[in-house]
């Protein structure tokens, strides 16, 4: 029997933005502001797909609490994401966090301390050692970096 191939879920297929809205501009060289789609997770997998959804809105969820509401244990669900992720579940819900945490910090003015909050960090010092871990760069220069001088111009965001 030949072994059962999964296609591998990227955090990028399930991310959700924080932002609510773009500018965008098309072939035609006009611009406007478009809402960023809100999109539900539909990995073909229920629980996967129950364990990412709550992420959208509180980064800060851990994965017991998480497979403790969708009713599995956290080893079924760490193999479930290892699985389908090939990311333990706390591997992917830092994953999560960190992106959420780059987002605020490229397209928005947000102190670093709510960036911190807002992207489920303990604390500030808890998000710039993920930064200097991952990318040995700080979120202060993450942000001087990446955030275009006309960022307030191109997002929006709930303040």
Known sequence: MEPVKFKKIQLDDVYTSALTARLVTNEDGWTRMELVEKKKVETGQPILDAAIQPLASDCALLPSVVAQAIGV?????????????????????????????????????????????????????????SFLRRIKIS?????????????????????
């Open 73 to 129: 244990s956290v080893p079924t669900l760490c193999e479930i994401f290892v699985l389908f992720t090939g990311m333990t579940t706390s591997e992917f819900f830092a994953a999560y966090r960190f992106k959420r945490a780059c987002e605020w910090l490229a397209c928005t003015d947000l102190e670093q301390e709510e960036v911190a909050k807002r992207s489920g960090y303990a604390s500030q010092n808890a998000m710039s050692q």
């Open 139 to 159: 979120p202060w220069k993450y942000r001087h970096q990446y955030r275009p001088e006309n960022f307030r111009d191109l997002y929006r965001w709930q303040a």
